[in-house]
């Protein structure tokens, strides 16, 4: 069983980067697990964010950040990141990396979904201020 480990939140200003990392730890070798990010602001559904394939050659983001977010990982460091740039007070959210353990093959539907995901971290908080 993997353990996932989320760092890197804090209180920034609109218009601010910030860099997200998820460290993983037992389990599976890393690079054999889908990873993705996905945020829950108070009151709203846990929404996706951005998913990443095995070996870092194939991303999907969720629209309301494209161009904004960059999703990476490095298998070697068992981590996988998700640069934000450009953040807006919409992206205030409780931040959490995600992976899926299963056998499936890449496709842009899966990797969108909650239920794909077999282990999530803690979550780290990001607020973005007006």
């Known amino acids: 069983q993997v353990q996932l480990e989320e760092s890197g939140g804090g209180l920034v200003h609109s218009g601010d980067p910030l860099r997200l990392s998820c460290a993983a730890s037992?389990?599976?070798?890393?690079?054999?697990?889908?990873m993705g990010w996905f945020r829950q602001a108070p009151g709203k559904e846990r929404e996706f964010v951005a998913a990443i394939s095995w070996g870092g050659g194939s991303t999907y983001d969720a629209d309301s950040v494209k161009g904004r977010f960059t999703i990476s990982r490095d298998n070697a460091k068992n981590t996988v990141y998700l640069q934000m740039n450009s953040l807006k007070p919409e992206d205030t959210a409780v931040y959490f990396c995600?992976?899926?353990?299963?056998?499936?093959?890449?496709?842009?539907?899966?990797?969108?979904?909650?239920?794909?995901?077999?282990?999530w971290g803690q979550g780290t908080q990001v607020t973005v201020s007006s």
């Open positions: 995600a992976a899926d353990a299963s056998t499936r093959s890449w496709g842009p539907v899966a990797p969108r979904r909650v239920e794909s995901y077999d282990y």
């Open positions: 037992g389990g599976r070798t890393f690079s054999t697990y889908i």
